[in-house]
């Protein structure tokens, strides 16, 4: 069984990128394992939807802020450009 209680959307709203990562492999292994009931699957699949969005959501904002170095015409570097993924 998963060691902690449900998350609701404040608590994944809380959590960092690794522990929403975390609790997402938590909840996938409860899933596949076949053991959790009807009611629990399907609350947990909520559960991790949420999650899933949370992890997405900060992967995206990590990757707004990410940038690209430019060099300048000796090798130097010149200034940052946005990174295009």
């Known amino acids: 069984p998963i060691a902690r209680g449900m998350a ?3 608590d994944v709203a809380a959590l960092s990128f690794e522990d929403a990562l975390k609790r997402l492999e938590a909840i996938v292994a409860r899933l596949e394992s ?3 009931s009807l009611d629990e699957s399907i609350t947990l699949y909520a559960e ?3 999650l899933r969005a949370r992890c997405e959501d900060r ?3 990590a990757q707004a802020r990410i940038e690209k ?3 300048g015409e000796d090798g130097r570097p010149a200034g940052v450009v946005p990174f295009d993924a």
Do not use: C, Q, Y
């Open 59 to 61: 992967l995206s904002a």
């Open 8 to 10: 609701g959307e404040d």
């Open 69 to 71: 170095i430019t060099l």
């Open 48 to 50: 991790g939807d949420r």
């Open 34 to 36: 076949g053991e959790a």
